[in-house]
C-alpha cells in the first residue's frame, strides 16, 4: 500500500496557523506557490501492520499494551491497526533553510507541510478501509491525545519499526524526527465506529487549537 500526497489543503493549512477569516488574495497566492514547493520535497512513506488483542488489551505478538480510557472505547477490545507516516527529511530540511530568510514563510511552510501529512495520512486510511471491508475503520489516534500517553509514541515506533522503513527517529520526549511525521491506532469494528473517537472522544475536545470543524460528527 502506498504512500500517496494528493492534496495540500488551503484551509487545513490556515487552521494550523490559526487563521479562521478567509485569505487575502495575496495570502492565498503565497500558500499555494508555498504548497508546490512543499509537495516537490515531499518524500511520504507509510507502514501499517494489523493486530488481534489479548484480553487485557496487550496486542498479540507484541509486549505493547495501548493505555487511555479513550483507546478502550476507541478499539472496543477488538483488532487494532497500527500505522505510521512521514513526509520525509527534506521538508524539514526546507522548513529550516526558509528559517534562515524568513520566518513568516517558514511557519506558512510548517502549516502547510502539516496539512500535507493529514493528506497522506486520510489517503493512507481510505486505502485500508477498502482493504479492510466490510468491517469499519474508527477514527485514527495518535498518543498524546485525550489520555494516550505521548510516552507510548516509543512502544508504536518499536513494534512499526520505522527507525528502518521510515527513517523516523524519538527525541528523549518522545517526539518525532522528522516532525512531519504521525503514529495512530485505528480500531476496527462491525458496527458504526464513526463517533466512537477522534476529536469526539478527545478529552481536550474542548480546548484543542486543531480541532477540527467537523468534530461533532467525529472524524
Same mark, same amino acid.
Given at each position: 500500500m502506498e504512500a500517496r500526497l494528493t492534496e495540500i489543503r *488551503?484551509?487545513?493549512a490556515l487552521r494550523y496557523m490559526g487563521i479562521t477569516a478567509a485569505p487575502s488574495a495575496e495570502m492565498a497566492r503565497d500558500l499555494d506557490? *508555498?504548497?508546490?514547493t512543499v509537495a516537490a520535497a515531499a518524500r511520504p512513506k507509510a507502514v501499517w501492520r494489523l493486530f488481534e488483542t489479548e484480553?487485557? #488489551?496487550t496486542l498479540k505478538g507484541t509486549n505493547f499494551r495501548p493505555e487511555g480510557e479513550d483507546v478502550r472505547r476507541l478499539t472496543g477490545g477488538g483488532p487494532v491497526i497500527l500505522m505510521a507516516a512521514t513526509l520525509g527529511a527534506e521538508v524539514e530540511r526546507l522548513i529550516l533553510r526558509?528559517? #534562515?530568510t524568513s520566518m513568516s514563510d517558514a511557519l506558512m511552510m510548517d502549516a502547510l507541510a502539516s496539512a500535507a501529512i493529514e493528506n497522506v495520512c486520510d489517503n493512507l486510511c481510505c486505502d485500508l478501509a477498502r482493504e479492510m471491508a466490510p468491517r469499519r475503520l474508527t477514527p485514527r489516534f495518535s498518543p498524546g491525545y485525550g489520555d494516550f500517553p505521548l510516552e507510548q509514541q516509543k512502544n508504536m515506533c518499536d513494534v512499526l519499526n520505522v527507525g528502518r522503513l521510515l527513517g523516523i527517529t524519538l527525541t528523549p520526549g518522545g517526539l518525532m524526527i522528522p516532525q512531519k511525521s504521525v503514529t495512530a491506532l485505528i480500531g476496527l469494528t462491525e458496527t458504526d465506529g464513526e463517533k466512537a473517537g477522534g476529536c469526539a472522544a478527545c478529552a481536550m475536545r474542548d480546548r484543542c487549537l486543531y480541532r477540527r470543524e467537523d468534530a461533532e460528527d467525529g472524524r
Open positions: *488551503r484551509e487545513e506557490r *508555498r504548497a508546490e484480553e487485557d #488489551g526558509t528559517e #534562515g
